[in-house]
Structure formats: structure tokens, C-alpha cells
């Protein structure tokens, strides 16, 4: 999946990602025996795409996953709760 998402300095990024919606718990399955404990839903972000211009003024995508310092997984399972 991908979203677009303002970063809380004003920048557009683009975030590909695959959300996992969790499962509920199972206290027994339908012959009698134990079931599972469930598990909330999950998002694991790929890539992180930032647009910019390069210095010949050509547009270059980036992946800057790992210079986001927010918490983009919480705010894609908040954009799946509604």
C-alpha cells in the first residue's frame, strides 16, 4: 500500500507499506479445545519516498525511511481505525 503523509516539518513523503489488521482473541475453537491469544493490528513500512529537486534540477526520488525521527506506523494504524 502507499499513503501520503506531511511530516511535522511541512514535507510531503510518500510511504509504502504493508498493514496487517490483527486478529481477535479466540478463547476456544469450535470443537472445545484452547484457542489463541489475538494480536493488534501491525503496519511494516518498506520505504519512505521523498520528491525533491537534484542540483541540475532534475526530480530524484529518495528513500529517507531512516531519517524520519516520527512515529509513521502510528499514524497508519490510526488512518485503518476510521
Known amino acids: 500500500m502507499e499513503q501520503e503523509y506531511i511530516t511535522n516539518t511541512g514535507e510531503t513523503v510518500e510511504v509504502e507499506y504493508n498493514y496487517y ?3 481477535p482473541d479466540q478463547w476456544y475453537d469450535s470443537n ?3 484457542g489463541t491469544p489475538g494480536y493488534g493490528p501491525t503496519a511494516q513500512i518498506m520505504h519512505v519516498w521523498y520528491t525533491g529537486l537534484d542540483s541540475n534540477g532534475l526530480e ?3 528513500d529517507v525511511e531512516n531519517l524520519i525521527e516520527e512515529d509513521i506506523e502510528e499514524k497508519i494504524l490510526e ?3 476510521q
Do not use: L
Request: glycine share 16%.
Open 32 to 34: 472445545g479445545d484452547p
Open 21 to 23: 489488521p490483527g486478529e
Open 79 to 81: 488512518y485503518h481505525e
Open 60 to 62: 530524484v526520488r529518495v
